[in-house]
């Protein structure tokens, strides 16, 4: 059985400004398909905290899914962080730059050179293309493990997660039919 940990990234989630929902569904839903929680930690929009937290993380489980800090601006640092925790540069993938272009194209709006940021991932990523919004996403892979950066906006990982995550893990995984289930008693 995988074991998972979940970082949330976002200053704002930290100091209590919004509330973190993405954290309980990711757990909800892959326990559901045998996937064994380890911790879910959350940490300000700090790249060096960040990378240092991905690599504890690496050294106890299989998974790593971050959700935030993907957006165009300076303080959306996951990209800095994932590829500073696995050693990597960031790289410009001209894909997702397009995709992000034809997402500013659909919505009648121009980009700016911050959105250009968001085409930068590690070296050797494996995109994951995000149609519901401008955030790219994307895997690294380290070793037997992997770490998935998803975006911190709900509806778009939710969205995500279904679509390319989940049959990603399960074909990486094999899960099988292992369900966790909780129950609440009162």
Not at 43 to 52: E, H, K, Q, T
Not at 75 to 82: G, K, Q, S, Y
Not at 104 to 131: K, M, W
């Amino acid at each position: 059985m995988p074991t998972l940990e979940i970082i949330t990234i976002g200053t704002e989630l930290l100091l209590g400004e919004i509330t973190d929902t993405n954290s309980t569904y990711i757990a909800r839903t892959l326990r559901d398909h045998g996937i064994d929680i380890f911790r879910i930690i959350t940490i300000g929009d700090n790249p060096a905290r960040i990378a240092s937290t991905i690599r504890e993380s690496l050294s106890r489980a299989d998974i790593i899914i971050t959700t935030g800090g993907l957006g165009p601006t300076v303080d959306d640092p996951t990209r800095l962080a994932v590829a500073k925790a696995t050693d990597r540069e960031l790289v410009f993938d001209p894909k997702l730059w397009e995709d992000i272009l034809n997402r500013f194209t659909y919505y009648g709006r121009q980009p700016t050179d911050n959105n250009r940021r968001q085409a930068f991932i590690p070296e050797g990523a494996i995109e994951v293309h995000n149609p519901v919004g401008t955030a790219p996403c994307f895997i690294v892979e380290v070793g037997d493990s992997c770490i998935i950066s998803l975006p911190g906006v709900p509806r778009e990982m939710e969205f995500i997660l279904h679509e390319s995550i989940i049959p990603y893990l399960s074909q990486k995984y094999v899960l099988k039919n292992q369900i966790i289930k909780a129950t609440v008693l009162h």
